[in-house]
């Protein structure tokens, strides 16, 4: 069975400070794998999707970039962090656009 | 503004009695989900509809699509405290002229329900 997994569950982080979010599948090959925020009263934010390796879509403009450099691998990363970075980032997987798994997210604070 | 709508954004009901939960666009959508998340948990996939006019239940909770796929409801009958959580829409909307999609949310609508 296909799983997925986030790490870490809970980051602080200063102002300036670099962060690099993890996510990889298991069980499954080429998944869709997306990033999303989870700002308070804005529900989830699309942030990246991939649907290979080395193709990243970006769909805002922000302070994070995404990478993807094995199959079922999912980076998210800033090379300085902003206070407005913080809040509650997902990963998720779509083997076929039927459903969406979700990992259990990981809550950044940026202090 | 959001491009697909949710509401009421939070609900308190007592238990055993009925709600709905809304979520609409005013664009077309290709595929509507629904989740759940409990507080301190993930998200937890509940249903899919892609067709107009179609509706599915699980247990006490109904979802369905309008016949122009821009508006679904959630209906949970007889609720119960169990059913308390954030309750969110999601859909398949498409990008351009292609045929490639995104996946967007709405805000999610807090339910609690009163023993």
């Known amino acids: 069975s296909q799983t997925i997994h986030q790490w870490p569950a809970t980051l602080v982080q200063p102002v300036g400070s670099p962060l690099s979010l993890e996510c990889t599948v298991e069980?499954?090959?080429?998944?869709?794998l997306y990033w999303y925020r989870q700002a308070a009263g804005r529900g989830l934010q699309l942030l990246f999707y991939s649907v290979g390796i080395g193709q990243i879509s970006s769909e805002v403009p922000q302070n994070l970039s995404a990478s993807r450099p094995q199959d079922r691998q999912f980076i998210l990363s800033s090379k300085k962090l902003l206070l407005s970075d913080s809040g509650f980032y997902l990963c998720?997987?779509?083997?076929?656009?039927?459903?969406?798994?979700f990992g259990s997210g990981t809550q950044l604070s940026v202090l | 503004s959001q491009e697909l709508e949710q509401s009421p954004q939070s609900l308190i009901v007592q238990e055993g009695k009925n709600l709905t939960i809304n979520c609409t666009s005013s664009k077309t959508l290709y595929g509507l989900y629904w989740y759940k998340q409990k507080y301190g948990e993930g998200l937890i996939f509940l249903m899919m509809l892609q067709k107009g006019g179609e509706e599915k239940s699980h247990e006490k909770i109904t979802a369905k699509l309008d016949e122009k796929k821009q508006q679904s409801s959630l209906h949970i009958t007889a609720s119960q405290p169990s059913h308390a959580g954030i309750y969110l829409c999601?859909?398949?909307?498409?990008?351009?002229?292609?045929?490639?999609?995104?996946?967007?949310f709405g805000s999610g609508t807090r339910l609690l329900v009163r023993p």
């Open positions: 999601g859909a398949d909307i498409k990008l351009g002229g292609d045929s490639s999609y995104k996946l967007i």
């Open positions: 998720a997987w779509s083997p076929d656009r039927a459903k969406l798994f």
């Open positions: 069980g499954t090959s080429n998944p869709n």
